[in-house]
């Protein structure tokens, strides 16, 4: 079978976590011996050997990267004179024509477009070669934009007209295919639900001591007795990061040797910067920037809790990097991840009191910290992106079939 995959970035050129899905999706489907074309929106090269990436527009992977990700609900024009991110659209309109022609000319089987940004591409994909459309939803715009208003409408728009279109659609959790029914009144049985995974060879790369850890300076802290908490993402209003502020304001009060650490950047830093100081744990509070690599990496190794209070996360695949670094972790049940995840302290994200409550005890008992950690770790090794193959397939070979009826 042979897939006409389309995304918007993939490591290193990545802003999120979505990219990172996409890449270990298809390294588990191409292990499988399904064929996989990936189409991206720039011509940046990536050193994949595992599927053919293909350039289908001559852009830098940092210009589009600054037009916009698929994590954020870019601005739109209002009445009162706000300007329309007409670059980002226009970029997408390149990148759907150019696909649409690609994925014509050649023998694809199926089409999987991952989030709104690639949804135009994948209509148009499917109007011209007549090949069955599938939509992968890692996120919709109501959860993106933190549920003000349901978000941009322009993006709304577009991710309805991909819904509509799709032959099938994908959920990345129970989370996301109820916001879909809910936001698009698209019928159930058109959605199905495959929970985002790990790749285990992901963590390979570890082993470091800590001597040789990026961040030496916190090193030094923990060897003095503080407790490194952090948080691992973008900056932005969905995350849930003021809920977790002010739990760690109450948390300093029985634990004063606790610091929060974001790695991490978006709209909302100077916001969390300035509210760090109101709530008086400025000197508590460490705002370490987006991170790649082996800083990204040692960022999970230096933590004693991982915390992710997102308001409304259609998966996070955060957690179960943070797990594979030996960290325990703290999540908000709003989030897809908490309906995979047993061996995870969860608190509601507006349950500040509850939340403090957990970052003290895991800050303050050492064995407790310790077994968060190691039945997470026992618990990860159930959940691998090779066992979600056979959902995959199954959904390809079912949507083809149909088409074949047609």
């Avoid at 852009?59 to 601005?75: H, I, M, N, Q």
């Amino acid at each position: 079978m042979k897939v006409a995959m389309l995304g918007w970035e993939l490591p290193p050129h990545n802003s999120g976590g979505l990219g990172v899905a996409c890449y270990q999706l298809c390294r588990a489907l191409s292990d499988s011996g399904m064929e996989i074309d990936f189409f991206l929106p720039y011509s940046d090269e990536h050193d994949i050997d595992f599927m053919n990436v293909r350039h289908a527009v001559p852009a830098g992977a940092e210009w589009v990267r600054r037009l916009g990700s698929a994590y954020e609900s870019f601005k739109y024009g209002l009445s009162g004179g706000a300007v329309v991110e007409v670059g980002l659209l226009e970029h997408q309109d390149e990148f759907a024509a150019a696909a649409a022609e690609l994925v014509t000319n050649e023998p694809f089987d199926v089409i999987h477009a991952h989030d709104w940004l690639t949804f135009l591409a994948g209509v148009r994909a499917k109007e011209k070669s007549g090949l069955p459309l599938v939509v992968h939803v890692h996120s919709v715009e109501a959860d993106r934009s933190g549920q003000h208003h349901g978000g941009n409408p322009l993006v709304r728009e577009i991710e309805e007209a991909g819904l509509l279109a799709a032959d099938s659609i994908i959920a990345v959790s129970e989370h996301t295919k109820k916001a879909i029914i809910r936001e698009y009144n698209i019928p159930a049985h058109k959605v199905t639900v495959i929970h985002n995974s790990i790749d285990h060879s992901f963590f390979a790369s570890g082993g470091q001591q800590a001597s040789e850890f990026e961040y030496q300076y916190i090193e030094a802290l923990k060897a003095a007795g503080w407790r490194i908490v952090i948080n691992l993402g973008r900056l932005t209003i969905q995350k849930g990061l003021d809920y977790l502020l002010r739990a760690t304001a109450q948390a300093v009060k029985t634990s004063p040797k606790t610091l929060l650490v974001f790695v991490g950047d978006g709209e909302q830093r100077d916001e969390l910067i300035m509210k760090a100081a109101e709530y008086d744990i400025a000197d508590k509070v460490l705002f370490a920037g987006f991170q790649r690599g082996r800083r990204w990496r040692d960022a999970y190794k230096m933590a004693d809790l991982f915390v992710m209070p997102s308001v409304s996360e259609p998966f996070g695949i955060a957690p179960l990097e943070a797990i594979g670094y030996d960290t325990p972790v703290l999540i908000s049940k709003q989030s897809g991840v908490a309906e995979v995840l047993k061996n995870a302290l969860k608190v509601d994200f507006w349950d500040v009191d509850k939340m403090a409550e957990y970052i003290s005890a895991v800050s303050s008992n050492d064995a407790l910290r310790d077994e968060l950690r190691d039945s997470a770790k026992r618990e990860l090794l159930s959940h691998s992106w090779h066992k979600q193959v056979p959902h995959f397939t199954n959904l390809y070979q079912r949507i083809i079939a149909a088409g074949a009826r047609a």
